[in-house]
């Protein structure tokens, strides 16, 4: 058992480390101590209780996107609308957030943070339906979901959801009600909990039930499962939908817990950070949160690396792509590290662009 | 009954296109002026996007999925900027530019192809990278140096009404572009290469068979298939806007897939859909400049993406498409 752990560690790790090692190359090719550069990495996202809480909740969203995809991965299906889901998630939280008051917080909160994940969930299940229906692959369909999302977002929060108080210029909602706000108790965000507590929950329905196991069954061998009686169909929704719930549940968590309100162009980028994430974690929902506690850390610590160190946060953003690239190439890796048995599977998707 | 089915599709094309240009004749007729300011940008987006969907068309004919088509763009179109903006010349840029573009389809072709990385993951390593990459050398304070490409009058071509303007006094990559489409096709459907090319999309087994190298050619056709998504950044940087901004592809390589699915993967049929969807973006550019109806801008925003959607999802249902029977998998000589 300990020798597979460690077996299903060492891809991610040498990933991890390789990615680290040429971004440490890209920040010297610029003039600047990787060192200086990576030791102010690690103090701005471990130092204090304060540096702890920043890299607690860039690390929620992380774990919710990543899931996302993981949870899709299982059934063979590649969301990459993350994005247009959370920003949808992030806006109807919100939205229930600022729009009811006068109620206990037992019933508020759960209810903006149900609202913003129902709402995602018809986003994402929309991308499933037409996969289901008509063929449409998920990929394109949940790219082009994500900027009529960032439109319908910028437009709710510029227009009928605006808030009207003080200035004007920004599009934005206004403060949730005090009785939405998810709290934070010391360093540690309750929204950060609440996305392991899913991290969980996604681990026990996909091993643990029959519907985890119809999911896997179609990821697995689409042909398979139609013949033994699962309906592909049904099952590649509410994948998506599912899928599209936790992608919103990070955005919700942003509003209700991180920013207090939904603002337009606040939360861009974060949706595509769940692909690597997910990846990292080879789909593995309980692997996802170390790896969006790691590519959190990281961003938690960019803004003090780029003070101390003079080195621009993008870096980050091409240490993740190299991070992609070793773990989707495992290959390269067992050349590298020389280790051939190899345990993991590598990760393969339904391809095609129009086959049911 | 297939016959039957295309001879009536060819039909109900040729009505469209008749219905089309009655309704272009008629606006032009009440206000010339936008119509050709709409047409004008219609061919402007188009270019891209059929670069694009060439790119997509050359590796999806071969068995190979590009959805890394929106970081060679916008990584093409940084190295053209770049390179034009350091030399002073538009021609090194573009070349620049589609060197960029070879480059990665090569690393597209070597992951894919190579490693056997998944072809869907392997792309999206080349768009996160593209994004991390551009923004990470991103120089706010340069600028091109130079004026972007200009238009040429094609003659007294140019003086027709409405089409002059619309396609002959274009810049010099649009008219590139338009040659390109037509070589592309010629090639695709009327040399060995394209042949060959076909073979090992539909069947890689049989074409190894009668001693085509599959893995050879796929990554020749990955590669020359970045030039295109190339020469596309080069146009979008040079041509098109005349400056970088970050992310400045903005989902267009996504919308090429489209495009070239829409097309049914042959040259001719990506750039009828090009203009389809450049006459989305177009629209909805024009909408935005000038508020003449009372939508808020948000919802015209939204216009070619629920377009692609809305295509994608018909084209599925009616059936007219057929993937290359190979498409997304990797060979293994047996």
Known sequence: MNKKLFRSCVTPVAAVALGLIIGAILIASQGSSPITAYQAMLVGGLRDSDALLRTFQKATPLIFGGLAVAFAFKAGLFNIGGQGQLLIGAVFAAGVGFGLDGLPMVIHLPLALIAGGLAAAIWGGIAGALKATSGAHEVIVTIMLNFVAGNLTDWLSSSPWKDNSGDRIIARTPPIEPSAEIPTWGALPVGFLLAILVAIICWFVLERTTFGFQVKSVGFNKDAARYSGIRIGVITASTMAISGMLAGFGGAVESLGVDGRFEAGVNVGLGFEGITIALLARANPIGVIPAGLLVGLMQAGASRMQFKADVAPEIIDVIQALILFFVAAPTILRWILRFQNQTDEDLKLGVGWGNK | ?334
């Open chain 2, 1 to 334: 009954m297939g016959e039957q089915v295309t001879s009536r599709r060819r039909t109900f094309l040729w009505v469209l296109v008749a219905v089309l240009i009655a309704l272009v004749l008629g606006f032009y007729s009440i206000n010339s002026g936008q119509t050709t300011a709409v047409l004008a940008g219609t061919v402007r987006a188009a270019t891209l996007l059929v670069l694009g969907a060439i790119c997509g068309m050359i590796c999806e004919r071969s068995g190979i999925v590009n959805i890394g088509i929106e970081g060679q763009f916008l990584l093409a179109a940084f190295s053209a900027f770049t390179v034009t903006s350091l030399t002073g010349s538009l021609a090194l840029g573009v070349f620049a530019g589609i060197a960029t573009g070879l480059v990665l389809g090569w690393c597209l072709a070597a992951m894919a192809v190579g490693l056997k990385v998944d072809q869907i993951i392997a792309g999206t390593v080349i768009n996160i990278a593209a994004i991390g990459l551009t923004s990470f050398f991103y120089d706010r304070s340069r600028s091109l140096g130079v004026g972007k490409y200009s238009p040429i009058e094609l003659g007294s071509l140019a003086d027709i009404p409405l089409i002059g303007r619309v396609f002959f006094s274009r810049p010099l990559l649009t008219y590139v572009t338009i040659c390109l489409v037509v070589l592309v096709h010629i090639a695709m459907f009327r040399s060995v290469w394209g042949m060959r090319t076909r073979a090992i999309g539909e069947h890689p087994g049989a074409a190894d068979t009668v001693g085509i190298k599959v893995l050879r050619l796929r990554y020749f056709n990955a590669t020359l298939a970045g030039g295109f998504a190339g020469f596309g950044g080069a146009y979008l940087a040079l041509e098109a806007v005349g400056a970088f901004s970050r992310n400045m592809s903005g989902g267009r390589g996504f919308l090429a897939l489209a495009v070239m699915i829409f097309g049914r993967r042959t040259p001719y049929g990506a750039y009828a859909a090009a203009l389809f969807f450049g006459f989305a973006t177009a629209l909805q550019n024009q909408f935005q400049l000038n508020s003449t109806f009372d939508i808020p801008t948000q919802f015209v925003g939204m216009l070619p993406y629920v377009v692609t959607i809305v295509v994608v999802a018909l084209s599925g249902l009616f059936g007219s498409m057929r993937d290359p029977a190979a498409l997304g998998q990797t060979y293994e000589k047996s």
